[in-house]
Nanobody, 122 residues
Framework: VQLQASGGGLVQAGGSLRLSCAAS????????MGWFRQAPGKEREFAAA????????SYAESVKGRFTISRDNAKNTVVLQMNSLKPEDTAVYYC????????????????WGQGTLVTVSS
């Protein structure tokens, strides 16, 4: 599965951004999808995940209530809507696909997109 993330950019604190991830294959619907992020000098961390049907989601505590993950299996896309952005949300955001059930564990994701940079200014 090839993944292409887009939608990053520069936004002021309190603003919103919508990240999209397009998958290359129709088998996309077999995978749980996740968004991870990596800030400068830090390890990549989990942000949000959604199961194959879209019926279950999981969020890191740091983004809960501000970010929303969704997917459209007919269009092979997953979206991360980010609201009330904070400077500490600044990072490269990666979408990833896992054959496992809903998971926040990075090693369980097999396929990764190239990342899209989100910069939140104060």
């Amino acid at each position: 599965v090839q993944l292409q993330a887009s939608g990053g950019g520069l936004v002021q604190a309190g603003g919103s951004l919508r990240l999209s991830c397009a998958a290359s294959e129709r088998t996309f619907r077999r995978y749980s999808m996740g968004w991870f992020r990596q800030a400068p000098g830090k390890e990549r961390e989990f942000a949000a995940a959604i199961n194959w049907s879209g019926g279950m989601t999981s969020y890191a505590e740091s983004v809960k209530g501000r970010f929303t993950i969704s997917r459209d299996n007919a269009k092979n896309t997953v979206v991360l809507q980010m609201n009330s952005l904070k400077p500490e949300d600044t990072a490269v955001y990666y979408c990833a696909a896992s054959p496992m059930r809903l998971t926040y564990a990075l090693p369980e994701y097999e396929y990764w997109g190239q990342g899209t940079l989100v910069t939140v200014s104060s």
